[in-house]
């Protein structure tokens, strides 16, 4: 064999290795999981309250936990596309959009402990919004945020500009042709910006303690208390209460955040008017 | 005489440092077909946007020197979309939206206020078989314009600029990604439309500035070398570089 075969030989083991390890890697984790949780998943599991020390199901908390993912994107994704709206349609490079950039990057590398401590004093104390779902949502939009703006900003780049030209060459407004043409074109990228933001807001334990509590009934409302299913695990596990229940609860939130991806993603597909 | 439609003076155009147009002067007549013509890169497609000022979506260019559309200054206290909505464009590289064929022809008259189905529909209809492509389209008005083939998507584009009914139409080399047949229909189409229109035509085919053109412009490196009725500069021109252009020896 050559050396030049060789070497590429070499490298294709690496590949396969690299490629393998992940996979297996993520693969082990769902098997773990699935074999730890699963034995917990009954009917009455996924339909219950909680009840006592580590009784009953999680029915409010699911729950829970959707709400804060709703409310959380509808307040985060129209602030985050439009900010990539003016950042890339309308901002000239300058100060500003050097300062915004700075703001969102600097906002993407805060551990999510700070946001939880700054939503604690701002949202629930300062605003005197109480241990709350919308203190949650509100503290969780801050963190997806550059996640929204960038993911938006690039499918706006990705927009042809021969689209905005021939928009605007018909003497149609430049509103116009943003709503129009460049964001129905854009719609997959955004799409993408909201999966990635969802899995981040399912994931979070840390910013949803100290904002949204960790009572474990079902919020009454957007101004009720609630724990997550994320938070439900970590107290589980940290209390030592069950760790069956908490496997059991993993695997819920491990088949909520692939349902979710999922469905996003055909929805996503669907909306995608430049594949025909 | 003939009448002026768009009138060019002195106009210099800046790409930051780099000059694009020097010094142009030329008049456009209405209902005449103007041909521009000249070797890659100096400056047809520029010149055309500088008479619907689509130029101005370019980040550092500076423009100098006055047109005027029917002796109004475009450059000054104008209303942009009113500009545009009278002087159409097509693109050199096929554009239609990601959109259905229908809503790309209406896209323009809905942009001006047309909203009755009725009327968009004969709007459409219209400028499709102006454009001849009716018939090739219109079993699948609901398609997307992303799935025709290149020519097709040409045709559909100048349906689109001819559904807002500007009064002058700018073609940016509308028939370069067309088939001789295509090309032809095109051809017999600028015919038909200047008898309401105005048109401007950015070609690299001397034949076909022969053919359809009334006058042509020539030019060369930002500048127009020359500028007279086409039989004109085809039988006669005036400077040695547009005779050498003409006949091939360069460009
Ligand atoms: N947006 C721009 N920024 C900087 N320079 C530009 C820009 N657009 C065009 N130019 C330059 O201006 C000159 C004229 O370009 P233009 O597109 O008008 O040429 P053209 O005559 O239409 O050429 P072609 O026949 O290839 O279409 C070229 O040198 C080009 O590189
Ligand atoms: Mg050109």
């Known amino acids: 064999m050559s050396n030049r075969k ?16 992940t996979v297996g890697v993520l693969a082990w984790i769902l098997i773990y999981i699935t074999i730890n949780g699963i034995g917990e998943i009954s009917l009455e599991f996924l339909t219950s309250a909680p009840e006592g020390e580590s009784g009953g199901g999680i029915l409010p908390i699911i729950i829970n936990t959707l709400y804060i993912i709703l409310l959380t994107i509808v307040i985060s994704t129209p602030i985050g596309v439009f900010a990539a709206i ?39 104390t300062v605003l005197n919004l109480g241990w709350s779902i919308l203190s949650g949502a509100l503290t969780l939009s801050i963190m997806v945020l550059p996640t929204m703006v960038r993911t938006t900003e690039e499918s706006l780049k990705a927009v042809p500009d021969a689209y905005r030209e021939g928009s605007l060459g018909l003497g149609a407004s430049k509103l116009r042709t943003i709503r129009k043409v460049v964001l129905p074109s854009a719609i997959p990228g955004i799409v993408t910006g909201i999966i990635l933001s969802i899995g981040r807001i399912v994931g979070e334990s840390a910013a949803v303690y100290f904002t949204a509590g960790m009572v474990s009934r079902l919020a009454k409302g957007f101004l009720d208390s609630g724990r997550t299913l994320a938070v439900h695990m970590y107290l589980l596990a ?15 939130l491990v088949v909520i955040i692939l349902l979710i991806n999922f469905s996003a993603n055909k929805i996503g597909a669907s909306l995608d008017k430049t594949k025909v | 005489m003939n009448k002026t439609k768009l009138s060019v003076k002195n106009l210099n155009l800046f790409y930051g440092d780099f000059q694009a147009l020097k010094n142009i002067d030329l008049e456009v007549e209405s209902n005449k077909i103007t041909a521009l013509i000249g070797p890659s890169g100096c400056g047809k497609s520029t010149f055309l946007k500088t008479l619907n000022r689509m130029n101005d979506l370019v980040e550092n260019v500076k423009i100098e020197g006055k047109v005027s559309l029917d002796g109004e200054d475009i450059y000054n ?42 009327k968009l529909d004969e709007i459409v209809e219209t400028s499709l078989k102006q454009a001849a492509i009716w018939d090739e389209v219109k079993d699948r008005l609901n398609q997307n314009a ?7 998507q040409q045709r559909l584009c100048i349906a689109r600029a001819l559904a807002v009914n500007p009064e ?10 067309l088939d001789p047949i295509a090309t032809q229909k095109i051809e017999e189409l600028t015919e038909e439309l200047k008898e309401k229109y105005t048109i401007v035509i950015v070609t690299h085919s001397m034949q076909q500035a022969g053919r359809i053109s009334d006058n042509t412009a020539f030019f060369l490196l930002g500048e127009v070398i020359e500028f007279s009725e086409t039989a004109k500069i085809f039988s006669n021109p005036e400077d040695k ?11």
């Open chain 2, 241 to 251: 570089r547009t005779e050498d252009y003409i006949t091939g020896r360069f460009g």
């Open chain 2, 146 to 152: 992303l799935g025709l083939s290149g020519g097709q």
């Open chain 2, 77 to 118: 206290n104008i209303d942009v979309i009113k500009l545009r909505k009278r002087v159409g464009m097509v693109f050199q590289k096929p554009n239609p939206f990601p959109m259905s064929i229908y809503d790309n022809v209406a896209y323009g008259p809905r942009a001006h206020g047309i909203k009755r189905k009725a």
């Open chain 2, 168 to 177: 002058v139409l700018l073609m940016d080399e509308p028939t370069s990604a």
């Open chain 1, 238 to 252: 940290k209390e030592g209460i069950s760790f069956e229940k908490a496997f059991a609860t993993a695997f819920v």
């Open chain 1, 86 to 124: 003016y950042l890339v349609e309308y901002a000239k490079p300058g100060k500003i959009v050097r300062i915004i950039r700075f703001a969102t990057e600097s906002l993407a590398g805060i551990p999510s402990i700070i946001f939880g401590l700054f939503g604690y004093i701002f949202f629930v």
């Open chain 1, 6 to 21: 060789l070497k590429d030989n070499l490298t294709k083991i690496l590949i396969y290795a690299a490629s393998l390890l």
